[in-house]
């Protein structure tokens, strides 16, 4: 299947600082990724779909400009955490899609002190 | 009453055993079905990706789905200590693979105990 990777895997920030996080397909061309939140043993839940050369679209209830997404590339997406409160800890995964399905990136676990 | 219901477990089983997951949905018109599988602290890893009614297996994976019913299930054979983990599944109603709007299940734990 296809590769999506994150990084950084896990990051640790200081409230008020901001935190990005880099999403990459690895082995494909992607002109849309996705970007979720995940609470411990809950589901994965959307918050914004990134599109290549274009704005991103937020979900319901997501802070667009808490949340600042860039899609540069067609492999690459980005994720920033602005002004980072210990409420926006979390687990955050990106997701692209080719014909054979969506694939998950491994995840980035943010903890704001 | 959610678009797609999962039992969240946990689900206990001995090494060997065949494992039934499955998740029931409301949407008639989700055409693609997904199963993830999803260790702890890691991003879901895509383990089968159908289209429409019918059965398709992997190894030891099978997933059939039943839009008559609107159930799907993920069979696992000779379960492994290794296949402890969660488990969602996912849809989409989309005609273009898997969509952009794709709706996931609560996700089940198992755990397989040697």
């Known amino acids: 299947g296809a590769v999506v990777s994150q990084h950084p895997s896990r990051v640790i920030c200081k409230s008020g600082t901001s935190v990005k996080i880099e999403c990459r397909s690895l082995d494909f061309q992607a002109t849309t990724m996705f970007w979720y939140r995940q609470f411990p043993k809950k589901s994965l839940m959307l918050m914004a779909t990134?599109?290549?050369?274009?704005?991103?679209?937020?979900e319901q209830g997501v802070e667009k400009d808490k949340f600042l997404i860039n899609h540069a590339s067609l492999t690459l997406s980005t994720l920033t955490v602005t002004s980072a409160h210990p409420e926006d800890s979390s687990f955050y995964i990106c997701?692209?899609?080719?014909?054979?399905?969506?694939?998950f990136g491994p995840g980035t676990r943010l903890t704001v002190l | 009453q959610k678009e797609v219901e999962q039992d969240p477990g946990p689900l206990s089983v001995p090494e060997g055993a065949i494992v039934s997951l499955n998740c029931t949905y409301s949407n008639s018109a989700f055409q693609y079905f997904m199963w993830y599988r999803q260790y702890s602290r890691k991003g879901p890893e895509l383990l089968m990706y159908t289209y429409s009614s019918g059965n398709k297996e992997d190894g030891r994976f099978t997933a059939q789905v039943d839009k008559s019913s609107k159930y799907i299930s993920l069979f696992i054979r000779d379960s492994q200590p290794s296949d402890s983990a969660t488990y969602l599944c996912a849809m989409s109603a989309s005609k273009n693979n898997a969509g952009n709007m794709l709706t996931f299940g609560g996700g089940t734990r198992l755990m397989v105990k040697p």
């Open positions: 997701s692209a899609r080719t014909n054979e399905g969506r694939f």
């Open positions: 990134s599109n290549e050369g274009s704005k991103a679209t937020y």
